[in-house]
């Protein structure tokens, strides 16, 4: 429970905790050691002014809290402390701390905050206990929080367990079935909730025949994994098939208008909600990439949507529908269709028809979770409809956890986009609900929120690659805080992962890791144009036209006199027209567009001079060769690290960079020949080309 939670935590501190009923009498200050962390949960009322938090006792918890089988925890301490004057209201996440006249206090208005405040007592550590007076407030920016599983509970031909997994297993599943013993479970969901991950899909977008029964024959199951999140403050979610009320249910259709179809999917919802009854909501990949949906029966997305959340709506749960569709089964003679533009063509006529207890999900940028891609610009168009980002964790594209990939830096620069007109409205602001996206014709709209897939499995050091954890870590953070520091964030993974380390540690995570998106975009892709990886290893390692003649949509179109896709309403697939202003007239003008996204809007002769100074093909050249000198660094300077962090992790990380050199030199030399190939311009350096 969440007092065992914090009890816990403040023994490991060496302290004891207070715990109150409400109505109880507040302890006497001076009975509390330094210590001790003592907790108050606060109601409106109690808070609204510093002079009634002083004399009245702790009242009933918050009139709501979010999840009905927390106990209730009230705790008090000398009203002088909580005088906490500028707290005008408590939201469900929200805490304040305060460090005064000795004593650190944690304030909270429902059990989910009061957690949230001890995690960040525990951060901080001895600071939380130090000198000088404190008072902090801190609250989520987006309401939901998630992370989704791609397990799968068979192991698939193809994909393995875990679709695009890269450590190992799956933790929630074995043997053909939802684990017997959740331990592992637990202590990620422990792990979850100290970095405020408020919300898990426990299973494949892509539904397969076994995992579709885990919305029926698997619910006991399913309530067994929620029961371990529930204590940390995490709500299970399912991915759903929306051929479920046949495949499941015996029906002849699944179509949304279909009587016979709605009653399946509530009685479906109403068994959930019985077994589970804080169950999070569905997840839906439909019409996409082969999973079915309502364009089947002639319907749109938003009947689709909307025929799951009535289902769930007397419950309270919410469906999180995803925007990734697009024609995967493109003729790539076919120059007029472009996969960038699919999800806004399909999605922004239909803002305004989503039922409020549905999320659209939209990928970060309009392709695939390429190292480099604009925004989606599904993210400004669409102001009456709930949104949230979709993340990736797990590395698909950025070295599947072989390669040091520290994505925070990208993420923070999404979150922080300033995509619509009015430049206060990134997307941080635009999927959280902040003032902003409420000046809309349905002004009380309730936020999205941030989503992304998960990178743990259960590999040893739940991440594969040790130091990819720092990417789950600071997901989670930035989800709480979009506007934090991503190298502060990463700081603070390393103190935490390493407690006491020697100072070179820190010193030399940074070294790998600050830049390490940077120098893995400069050996791969050039320029935002994506792909070039292999579709043979899932992926991984370049293959510069390995999907250049393929059904999928992702094309560079590099011929002997320049590379890039013409995306421009000028003369190309007209996709810069789906942004606001200004970025559709930036991202337009070769002259404004920015070095990073070029080859993602034009097509340009090798000659073209990018802002930097340098030519297109001759960035090409260098910036492969120098990443690989960058990389190759890596390795003596993690060599001496050893003896100074554990010896097993030591060895996997030395392990992983070795192939990370491999993968990265192999990158270099394919494109840099690959180019001089195409082009036939020499390296201004000389450096070799095979
Ligand atoms: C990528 C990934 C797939 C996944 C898909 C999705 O295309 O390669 O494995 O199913 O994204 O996000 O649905």
């Known amino acids: 429970t969440v007092v065992d939670e914090v009890r816990r935590a ?16 507040l302890p006497d200050a001076a009975s509390v050691r330094s210590h001790d962390l003592v907790l108050l949960v606060a109601s409106r009322a109690h808070t609204r002014g510093s002079g009634a938090a002083r004399q009245v006792p702790p009242p009933a918890l918050a009139e709501q809290p979010p999840h009905p089988n927390d106990p ?15 707290v005008a209201d408590f939201s469900p996440d929200m805490f304040v701390r305060v460090r005064a006249a000795g004593t650190t206090v944690v304030v909270a208005g429902a059990a989910t905050g009061l957690l949230y405040g001890l995690h960040d007592v525990v951060r901080l550590g001895e600071t939380a206990f130090g000198d000088c007076d404190i008072d902090v407030t801190d609250l989520p920016v987006a309401p939901v929080r998630m992370l989704d599983h791609w397990d799968n509970i068979d192991v698939h031909p193809v994909m393995g367990q875990v679709e695009r997994g890269y450590a190992g297993g799956s933790i929630f599943y074995a043997d053909g079935r939802v684990r017997e013993d959740l331990s592992r479970v637990a202590a990620y969901a422990r792990l979850l909730g100290s970095i405020g991950v408020n919300a898990v899909a426990i299973n494949n977008v892509n539904v397969h025949r076994t995992e579709a029964r885990l919305l029926t024959d698997g619910l006991d199951d399913v309530a067994r994994v929620a029961d371990v999140f529930r204590p940390h403050g995490v709500r299970t979610y399912l991915s759903v098939s929306f051929a479920s009320p046949v495949v499941l249910g015996g029906l002849p259709t699944s179509d949304p208008a279909d009587p016979d179809v709605q009653a399946w999917w509530a009685a479906a919802a109403d068994r959930v909600y019985a077994t589970i009854p804080d169950f999070g909501g569905f997840v839906v990949k439909a019409d996409s990439e082969g999973q079915p949906g309502p364009f089947a029966y002639g319907r749109d997305h938003a009947d689709g949507a909307n025929l799951l959340a009535r289902a769930l709506r007397p419950h309270g749960g919410t469906v999180f529908w995803r925007a990734f569709v697009y024609n ?24 305004g028809r989503f039922d409020e207890n549905v999320v659209l999900q939209v990928k970060y940028g309009p392709i695939d979770f390429q190292t480099r891609e604009p925004v989606s610009p599904v993210l400004a168009a669409m102001p009456r409809t709930r949104l949230a980002v979709e993340l990736q964790v797990t590395q698909e594209y ?21 995509l619509a007109e009015d430049a206060t409205r990134d997307v941080a602001r635009i999927v959280s609900g902040l003032p902003g996206h409420r000046d809309t014709p349905s002004g009380d709209l309730p936020a999205g929120g941030i989503t992304a897939v998960s990178n743990v499995g259960d590999d040893e050091f739940w991440t594969g690659h040790p130091l990819a954890q720092a990417n789950l870590y600071a997901y989670g953070r930035l989800a709480w805080n979009p506007e934090a520091d991503s190298v502060a964030l990463l700081d603070e993974w390393i103190g935490l992962t390493f407690p006491g380390a020697d100072p070179r540690v820190r010193e030399t995570l940074h070294t790998l890791m600050d830049d390490s998106w940077l120098t893995y975009e400069a050996y791969t892709a050039p320029l935002g144009v994506g792909f070039m990886v292999d579709p043979g290893r899932q992926h991984y390692g370049p293959n510069v036209d390995g999907y250049e003649y393929s059904k999928w949509g992702t094309y560079h179109f590099a011929d002997r006199d320049g590379i890039g896709v013409d995306r421009t309403v000028a003369t190309g697939t007209r996709y810069t027209g789906q942004y606001p202003s200004p970025w559709r007239e930036t991202y337009e003008d070769l002259a404004t567009c920015p070095d990073e996204l070029l080859l993602f809007f034009h097509h340009v002769p090798y000659s073209h001079v990018l802002h930097s100074g340098t030519t297109v093909i001759q960035h090409i050249y260098d910036s492969r060769a120098d990443a690989v000198d960058v990389v190759t660094s890596w390795v003596d300077a993690w060599a001496a690290l050893d003896g100074l962090v554990p010896d097993r992790l030591h060895a996997r990380v030395a392990e992983r960079l070795t192939e990370q050199v491999r993968s990265a030199t192999e990158w270099r030399d394919q494109l840099r020949s690959y180019f001089f190939r195409k082009s036939g311009v020499p390296d201004a350096t000389g450096r070799p080309i095979y």
């Open 328 to 351: 995967h089964e493109q003729d790539w003679r076919d120059r007029r269709t472009d996969r960038a533009r699919a999800a806004y063509d399909h999605f922004a006529p239909l803002d």
């Open 10 to 25: 403040t023994a490991a501190h060496g302290g004891s905790l207070t715990v109150l009923t409400p109505g109880e009498a």
């Open 398 to 418: 950025t070295g599947q956890q072989n390669h040091v990939c520290y994505l925070g830096p990208l993420w923070s620069q999404v979150l922080g986009f300033p």
């Open 72 to 86: 209730l925890v009230a705790a008090a301490t000398d009203g002088a402390l909580v005088a906490t004057g500028g």
